[in-house]
């Protein structure tokens, strides 16, 4: 295979623009919801080449699935619990 296969590359913006619970208000460009992130490689069997809305979950999640997907045995990254099922091959 290629070097994509056996990689998880992770692109995750600054912030969305949603809700602001520190700021404790709307509207914000620095909310965690509404954030673009980009998984490419095949690692783990992630699935390319797909559009995922992920509805109320947190950008971490998107790093706990590629850190799963590499062998990774976290489940945890702060707060934030789980993987994202969509981002890997049924």
Sequence with gaps: ??????S?????????HGWDPE??????SHS????AC???GRAGGLQPGQHVVATGRHPAN???SAMKAVGSP????GEVTGTIPQL???
């Excluded at 295979?1 to 056996?6: A, N, P, Q, R």
């Excluded at 700021?23 to 914000?28: A, C, I, L, Q, V």
């Excluded at 965690?32 to 954030?35: L, Q």
Aim: hydrophobic residues 45%; aromatic residues 6%.
């Design 1 to 6: 295979g290629t070097m994509l296969d056996s």
């Design 8 to 16: 998880a590359l992770v692109f995750v913006n600054e912030g969305g």
């Design 23 to 28: 700021g404790n208000k709307g509207n914000s």
């Design 32 to 35: 965690s919801e509404n954030m």
């Design 38 to 40: 980009l998984i490419a």
């Design 62 to 64: 998107v790093l706990i």
């Design 74 to 77: 976290t489940e945890t990254l």
């Design 88 to 90: 890997f091959m049924a």
